[in-house]
């Protein structure tokens, strides 16, 4: 343009010249006058041109920056026709709508066609820029169904708090496998002991004693109370994960006041682990209970400790405490503040595609992995855990990660020649050829009189790993076999009985741990069936649905533990809350789908605790109608210091106690016009058995079993009842003959003991002292 320009004015002035050398003087002088005006005019109309095109070329040129803004042009052109509608006329014109820097020299009305099209691809273009804005949706949904929900002190309880914490009663809790929580919470509770303000004395508790958690967890046990937990990990099961199971359930339980911690005047968590060998899951569980008190209305008053104790972790525990005892005494409010992100509860407002996705995105961040580890499957007792080691130091064998065999000291005594237990006498099971085995560990009670010595799992629930049925048999015959093949240098094991004990005919399942929690305790049983294996199955009466569900057995006991509510809350220590209504619901089951079975009411006697009330004992008798009673004295198995088990030899029956109940409660029953007597006993083992009396077939009571029979009705495949394989009980297992198998030589250890001769203050017989007696 500006070369044509210069060729024109040279051409005008070369005419000039020309002109002037031709004509001389005037004419040229009045040719240059007009050329001279006539260029000036040209120049000037450019330029208003120039003027009147300048605008729009600015406009252009500012919105290339705009949009481009440095990461190359080429994206203008190529978005504008693209799918999102484009970056210039989406996010240029967004940024002249919201008046950026660069939209601020930009004239307000733009060219009518292109702001109709940014409009457009403004609106679609803003998804992403909802996702960008998706932070606060985190707890949206939580904090509308709260706010509709809660009354508007709660907030205020969660931010700020001037409670004065050294009038609180403070409770530390600790959970132990291997001493080491134990020892730090008695340190933790030594340093605040020594605060000077403090107005209470604090006190210590194991949660694995607790005989229900809802007493301060749900509940709390007083409006001063200030939980300090100290807490370890192990990422193989422990006690803790029933805890921490608890926890989150009440969390997600409507009949549970949701923030039922809140009542407390603060909780503080302090960790221990092994930073070293578990790097990853360093006091990982210590901090899931942190976040789950948080989660109920906790509030902490004091930073989680975490300790590592491999390498002398003592004095940090120490350090913690003193820390924690400086705290409860500073008069500063503390902000408590509530992580709404611990919250899971849905919006109630229904969400579009992108919304929903959002919230799945941030729960995941917000609610924090720990918690979400706290249903973790595990296995039940792993091979490097405590609880292995401890089973396994008392005479388990473990088979797989749940199941367990251990000779029990009758089949022992067998084998000597030293009498079988008080199944012998009262059903003709041989001890040398029966196997003690579980086929879970675990149980859904905490019985005062359990053996277990509080270190195996407990769980409502099944919430472990699964062996199959077929390779814990296989693999419990061998541990059997093994344990049996121990005993062949033991002084007077007599042959012939040794080399039958090859051969087991008998399983108790029982021992310890609840065997109809395994999901495949029937298939299991059946199994057992196939080899010629009698089954004895022992259950807790609180897991009504298995029973319902159960195959054939050679005989199905239920443990009744205490006649009332309120007495078997406080034997049994159940974990269910409506423990008593599965209670009944088993002994319903009893009586009607499953009263071809020949049932067996097991009751414990523990002196103190349930002998009391005959009458509400022949109630659930009436309930269940069983076919026989069998009813034992307790057995003490060590001081309840530390194991969680609170009986002395104080609550050990005497067996004339244990008659005495016996007599009462078969009068009792028979007043009732319930066929009921006494019909056997194993006095050796505090043991007496009352039968119904069609088990009383001409006057002779035949409580014994026929095996052979049982087998062969089994394999008959045809329905039959626990009246068709009975066998004659003999004499010498009668009641009044003390149970004592002909055949064997009583063996006394001590001084003889008296149960044969029974007096009023006779002393229990010594071996119930040191072990269980064959369950
Ligand atoms: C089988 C096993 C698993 C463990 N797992 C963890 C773990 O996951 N995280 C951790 O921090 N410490 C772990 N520990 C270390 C214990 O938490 C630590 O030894 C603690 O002091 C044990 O406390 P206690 O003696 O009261 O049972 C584990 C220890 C054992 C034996
Ligand atoms: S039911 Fe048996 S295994 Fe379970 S706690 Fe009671 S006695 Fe122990």
Known sequence: MDLKKDISDHLVLLAVIATYLLSGGRLTIGCSIFVIYALVKHDSVQDEELKAS??????????????????GGSCCSSKLGGKNGGCCGGSCSTKKRLGTGVNDTVPE??????TSVSETDFTEAFKPLKKVKKA???????????????????KKALTVSNEKLTDSQIYIFYSSLQGAAQRSAKAVAKVLSEVEALKHTPMVLNLDDLSDFDDYFVNVPSLNALYVMVLPSYDSDSPLDFFLQSMDENCNDFRIDKHALRKLTGYAVLGIGDSESWPSKFCYQAKQADL????????????????????GGDPKVIEWAKLLAETLQDDEPILYEYDESLETEEAEEPLDELTKETLIDLEDVGKSTELQNVNEIKEMVAKDSPTYKNLTKQGYTIVGSHSGVKICRWTKNDL??????????????????????????????KCVFCWRHGTNPVSKTWRWEVDDPEYILENA?????????????????????????????HCALSLVGEPIMYPFISKFVSLLHEKNISSFLVCNAQ????????????????????????????????????????????????????????????????????????????????K?????????????????????????????????????????????LQRRGLGYDVAAEHAHSNCILIANTKFKVNGEWWTHIDFDKFFELLASGQSFSHLDYIAKTPEWALFGNGGFAPGNTRFYKKKKPSENKPQADETPVSPQLTQPIAT
């Not at 069983?626 to 057995?635: D, H, L, N, Q, Y």
């Open 136 to 154: 606060p949706k985190v707890v949206s949904g939580s904090k509308l169904a709260r706010s509709k929900s809660e009354p508007s002190f709660f």
């Open 54 to 71: 300048q605008p729009l070329e600015q406009e252009s040129s500012l919105e290339k920056k705009s949009c481009c803004g440095g990461k």
């Open 292 to 311: 789950l008190l948080a989660k109920q209305g906790g509030r902490r008053v004091f930073p989680v400790g975490e300790v590592c104790m491999k390498f």
């Open 543 to 622: 897991h009504p649905q298995p029973l319902r569900e159960l195959g054939k057995v050679t005989q199905l006991y239920v443990s009744i533990d205490a006649p009332t509510k309120t007495e078997l809350k406080k034997v049994d220590r159940p974990l269910y809350r409506d423990f008593w209504e599965r209670l009944m619901e088993c002994l319903e089951i009893l009586k009607t789908s499953q009263a071809h079975q020949r049932t067996v009411f097991r009751m414990t006697l523990v002196k103190g605790f349930n002998m009391g009330d005959v009458s509400a004992y022949a109630d659930l008798v009436q």
């Open 624 to 668: 269940g109608i069983p076919c026989f009673i069998e009813v034992k004295g307790a057995t003490f198995c060590g001081s309840s210091d530390g194991n969680g088990n609170p009986l002395t030899m104080q609550n050990i029956p005497f067996y004339q106690e244990c008659v005495g109940f016996v007599k009462n409660l078969s009068a009792e």
């Open 109 to 114: 009305t733009p060219s009518t066609n292109d």
């Open 416 to 445: 000597r020649g030293r009498g079988s237990c008080y199944k012998h006498s009262l059903f003709n099971i041989v001890s040398s050829r029966c196997m003690e085995l579980t086929p879970s560990l675990a149980c859904s009670s």
């Open 477 to 505: 015959l061998k541990g059997h076999y093994a344990k049996i093949k121990q005993l062949r240098g033991v002084p007077g094991v007599i042959a012939e009985r040794f080399a039958k004990a090859f051969e087991v005919r």
